[in-house]
């Protein structure tokens, strides 16, 4: 993980910044000589609309997809978990989706995969005097996509590789990754590094536990909401960062149905040995 911040150390500090409107050539085909060479031995980080997509593409759980093709870094720095692609045992240690005629999940590859060879800095990641996001080039040397001529604005290539709604997905992700309780070194309970890691990771785990405990009977949550959960991993997705926010943070992101809070406050006076209310 250190490499990883020793990267955000020196693009904040030489890379040239990019904005949307700026230009750029770079093409990738298999009719480029590297084609495919990327694709392994590299730390490619899942989002959380990552792990849904590909585990959907897949046909398989995120339970199962988790087990298969992930891992999860430690870092004593870092507040709260994150997990990374498995990369084959094979010399090139090469992504497990590549085949040699390119990526067989395309359609459905990662952010990161999407937006290479593009990079995106954003406000909090490292630096207090970054006021926008902004872009720049990985320009690595076994890459020969930059000899090709197609030019393009870097708006082009985000509307182009699909990174729009990825990052409409993401934006709800890494606010909770940048809230200020992270911000300020606090550091989650083991519990609730798993409610995080269940929520945003292991998404038919999380719909079981909306469904088969009591979550439904204690939050306010409205019949279509309930009804889209059922089978839309997106729509769950959202509800559960809405209660990470209530439960991490103590932000009042959900509502407590009204009869939980009257019992929680008779259970609380009980335990003080306070006289009840007048008329309870």
């Known amino acids: 993980m250190r490499e990883v911040e020793k990267l955000k150390e020196e693009i904040l500090k030489d890379y040239p ?46 339970q199962e997809f988790l087990d298969r093709y992930t891992l999860m ?36 590859r990662p952010w990161s995969c999407r937006m290479y060879p593009l990079g995106m800095a954003s ?45 409409e997905m993401g934006r ?32 038919d785990r999380f719909r079981d536990f909306v469904f088969k405990s009591s979550f439904l009977n204690k939050f306010e949550v409205d019949e279509d909401t309930v009804n889209a959960i059922r089978e839309d991993d997106v729509a769950l997705l959202k509800l559960g960062y809405k209660w990470l926010r209530f439960a991490l943070f103590g932000e009042k992101s959900m509502t407590v149905k009204g009869d939980v809070l009257a019992d929680k406050e008779q259970e609380l006076r009980m335990k003080q040995k306070l006289p009840p209310k007048a008329g309870k």
């Open 172 to 203: 709800d992700f890494k606010d909770l990754t940048l809230h200020p309780f992270f911000q300020e070194g606090s550091k989650l309970t083991p519990e609730k590094i798993e409610m995080f890691f269940m929520v945003c990771y292991n998404i």
């Open 17 to 62: 910044r990019l904005s949307k409107d700026d230009t750029f050539a770079f093409a990738c085909h298999s009719g480029v000589p590297c084609f495919n060479d990327c694709c392994g031995d590299v730390n490619i980080f899942l989002t959380p609309y990552d792990v849904i997509r590909l585990k959907t593409a897949l046909g398989i759980s995120s």
């Open 123 to 167: 406000p909090g990641e490292g630096s207090e005097d970054l006021s926008d996001e902004f872009y720049f080039l990985l320009k690595e040397s076994v890459c020969k996509g930059f000899r090709e001529p197609k030019e393009q604005t870097v708006d082009e290539w985000l509307v182009d590789q699909g990174i729009v709604e990825y990052d």
């Open 73 to 108: 870094p430690f870092d004593k720095n870092l507040g709260y978990p994150v997990i990374l692609l498995q990369m084959t045992d094979d010399d090139r240690k090469s992504c497990p989706f590549v085949k040699e005629d390119g990526c067989s999940v395309y359609n459905d």
